[in-house]
């Protein structure tokens, strides 16, 4: 009985762990989109302003 339970707790621990991992890895991934996309909304924003000195602006 002692077996399966510590079988049991051993499984518990690596599903666990890889849970674990695999959260750190969808952080980590949402992290990057996130600043890509800061990235090229400062990009647009230079851009619009760039444009607006130049007077091509077109609004």
């Known amino acids: 009985m002692s ?3 510590y079988s049991c707790r051993e499984t518990t621990e690596e599903n666990v762990e890889n849970d674990m991992e695999e959260i750190g890895n969808d952080i980590e991934e949402s992290a990057e989109e996130a600043g890509e996309d800061i990235e090229n909304a400062t990009e647009e924003a230079g851009n619009e302003v760039e444009a607006e000195v130049e007077g091509t602006d077109e609004m």
């Open 3 to 5: 077996l399966s339970i």
